[in-house]
């Protein structure tokens, strides 16, 4: 797959104009984390982007805005992040007690550079269910590792496909 940049129009963003390593950028955007069937997961308005070259943006969301039970620490999986550091996934909680995998991950002790994200955790969206920022559904990041957040606000094309692995 070739690496073309999409010019962005007015008003959205490219996320080949994101830096590397990544930014941090506080958001007061209104965002909400819900199941397929509707049951709230997690709804504030004091997300914390993290913006990277060719990624669209992770959604971080306080842990205090997560619906109580909704997330259990998960055991079975541990990345690391060149930038951020360890990564600790979670598994959804649903009504009736079933449990989705690895819906999402934080950074328990992230390196100095990503501290206002402890304390955050960010959502696979299709994964978790359906994930929203001002009321309009987030597209998932291409492929299944990452898991950045595709709005009207940004253009790629985006890292994740087949044939972007060494973008």
Avoid at 80 to 99: F, I
Wanted: hydrophobic share 30%.
């Amino acid at each position: 797959m070739a690496r073309r940049r999409i010019e962005p129009g007015p008003g959205p963003e490219s996320v080949w104009d994101y830096p590397r390593p990544p930014a941090l950028r506080p958001v007061d955007n209104h965002v909400r984390v819900e199941t397929g069937d509707g049951v709230l997961v997690a709804e504030t308005s004091h997300a914390v982007q993290v913006l990277e070259t060719s990624h669209p943006p992770g959604w971080y969301l306080p842990k205090d805005c997560i619906a109580d039970g909704r997330l259990r620490r998960s055991d079975a999986r541990s990345t690391v992040c060149e930038w951020k550091g360890r990564a600790t996934y979670w598994d959804l909680v649903r009504p009736d007690g079933t449990v989705v995998p690895q819906v999402g991950w934080s950074y328990e002790d992230p390196t100095p550079g990503f501290a206002a994200i402890a304390g955050h955790v960010t959502f696979y969206p299709e994964r978790v269910g359906r994930c929203l920022v001002n009321g309009e559904p987030v597209e998932p990041q291409p492929g299944d590792f990452y898991g950045g957040w595709i709005t009207p606000d940004v253009v790629g094309p985006f890292k994740g496909s087949p044939g972007t692995m060494f973008w």
